[in-house]
Nanobody, 127 residues
Framework: QVQLVESGGGLVQAGGSLSLSCAAS????????MGWFRQAPGKEREFVAA????????YYTDSVKGRFTISGNSARNAVTLQMNSLKPEDTAVYYC????????????????????WGQGTQVTVSS
């Protein structure tokens, strides 16, 4: 079992920055995949970014490339999503997910492949 707790959401103006953190317990994060997804009202949960520490790989959806950075903190057993140049369309509830390692890059963006989820944290970007 893996327990995930997100923190760091809030309200920010367009162009601003926020940092989300996902703390994991129950398993060392360096041995699992951790991803960030988001869900806006009336929309499906969509992939944002993921990290596979064992392979040193990171993955991003096109709309956040160059603006968001996912990184790991082994001392805190957590991953961070640094979000810069935020846009109103980034407004959503952000969820952290975790999974045993994937063996195909195509698996990372699919929420159904993640076994564990946090409770979510709201990010609101005002225009």
């Amino acid at each position: 079992q893996v327990q995930l707790v997100e923190s760091g959401g809030g309200l920010v103006q367009a162009g601003g920055s926020l940092s989300l953190s996902c703390a994991a317990s129950g398993r060392t994060v360096s041995r699992i995949v951790m991803g960030w997804f988001r869900q806006a009202p009336g929309k499906e949960r969509e992939f944002v970014a993921a990290i596979n520490w064992s392979g040193g790989s990171t993955y991003y959806t096109d709309s956040v490339k160059g603006r968001f950075t996912i990184s790991g903190n082994s001392a805190r057993n957590a991953v961070t999503l640094q979000m810069n140049s935020l846009k109103p369309e980034d407004t959503a509830v952000y969820y952290c997910g975790a999974s045993p390692p994937f063996y195909s890059d195509s698996a990372y963006p699919k929420p159904g492949n993640y076994h564990y989820w946090g409770q979510g944290t709201q990010v609101t970007v005002s225009s």
